[in-house]
């Protein structure tokens, strides 16, 4: 990231040609992380957000059918309830008992013929679920429907290969399970995909055109780019094609976690149908039937336990599970050790045993 507050644009200056060879490196070993043949088609963007709105504003056409679901962050489903304003129609599907995707209510919906579009995460944020996204992109693909995926959550754990199924856009944050920098991200934008220009500007090709350039990735990327970012990005990319992420070792301490859990009479898990630990990232949601969330975090943030408490950026899901006034959301790094896991556990009984005595 330091190299890249140093460097200058590619193509300019006596390393220019080094320079446009590096991004474009950085281009391809994300296209073959996700199963994608097109570098050029590799957008870097501010960040995950960015992405699905383009997406969703420049992909959709006005007056499309969009089906969506009851898990999705509010980075896919506030840029659809905009795009309202152009006759855009969203629908969302419900989730199960286990907080996945209704994957027979999908196939009632796309039997219709009223769908364009599937706009869908790889997985819930607020409860981890990973969610039958390959299942459903293959559903859409039977029935004609092009899809947007959300990889910010499980991009980079789980695997994802897009042109097997069929996206048309997709996008993920650097700073998430690839551990890269805050403030950039990836756009996968498929050769059958056509978008207009989201934002008009320099792109250091075609300047004295009042267009966009039509070639990718310039007819997407406007302004300066944020060379810090993309290189911080690139390294992260290059440790994950060395090092895959194994989850095994954190399920295990996180499955211990919940049976604890359950046994305490004070806490819940959420989703309350259990789930198999293969078929979950590295978070564990749980709220207090009696205790407010923001209060139960505050005193265990005293003890030096930072989780999350809220909505989770999320409109539906926490319904879904009576969980309106919100919930509790640990999501330890991946190399967390047993002590960290027993610092974890010591610090909800005593933060429980607390509220008990008041």
């Not at 006596?14 to 994300?30: C, D, K, L, T, V």
């Not at 969506?68 to 129609?89: I, K, S």
């Not at 094609?241 to 399920?251: G, Q, T």
């Not at 790094?333 to 960290?340: G, I, Q």
């Amino acid at each position: 990231m330091v190299e890249g507050l140093h460097a200058l644009p590619h193509l300019r200056g006596p390393q220019g040609e080094s320079m446009a060879e590096r991004i474009y490196a950085i281009r391809a070993r994300a296209a073959r992380m996700f199963g994608f043949s097109h570098p050029q088609r590799v957008i870097f963007t501010p960040g995950a957000t960015y992405g699905l709105n383009l997406a969703v504003q420049r992909g959709i056409e006005d007056g499309a059918k969009v089906l969506t679901t009851t898990y999705e962050h509010n980075a896919m489903t506030r840029p659809l309830h905009a795009a309202r304003h152009r006759g855009v129609e969203m629908q969302v599907l419900p989730v199960d008992d286990c907080g996945r995707l209704c994957l027979d209510a999908l196939e009632k919906e796309l039997a219709k013929g009223e769908v364009s579009w599937l706009a869908l995460g790889v997985a819930s944020n607020a409860l981890g679920i990973i969610q039958p996204f390959a299942e459903a992109c293959e559903l859409a693909k039977a029935a004609g429907v092009k899809v947007i995926l959300d990889m910010a959550q499980g991009g980079g754990q789980v695997p994802i290969h897009l042109e097997e199924l069929g996206v048309h856009f997709a996008s993920i944050a650097g700073h998430k399970s690839l551990h890269g920098p805050r403030g950039i991200g990836l756009l996968f934008v498929s050769a059958e995909a056509q978008p207009g220009p989201f934002l008009f500007g320099g792109t250091g090709t075609e300047g004295t055109m009042l267009e966009m350039p039509e070639e990718f990735p310039e007819h997407l990327e406007t302004g300066t780019s944020n060379f810090p970012g993309i290189f911080g990005i690139g390294a992260a990319l290059e440790y994950l094609e060395k090092h895959p992420v194994d989850l095994s070792a954190i399920r295990l301490h996180l499955n211990e976690l919940e049976q604890w859990f359950h046994e305490h009479p004070a806490l819940e898990v959420l989703p309350h149908q259990p789930v198999p630990w293969s078929e979950r990232l590295a978070i564990l949601g749980v709220k207090s039937p009696k205790v407010a969330p923001t209060i139960l975090v505050d005193l265990l943030a005293e003890q030096g336990l930072l989780v999350r408490s809220g909505s989770m950026c999320t409109t539906g899901i926490l319904p879904r599970f009576g969980a309106e006034e919100g919930m509790i959301r640990l999501s330890p790094p991946t190399d967390a050790t047993a002590e960290d896991f027993t610092f974890a556990r010591n610090s909800f009984a005593q933060a429980l045993q607390a509220l008990a005595q008041v």
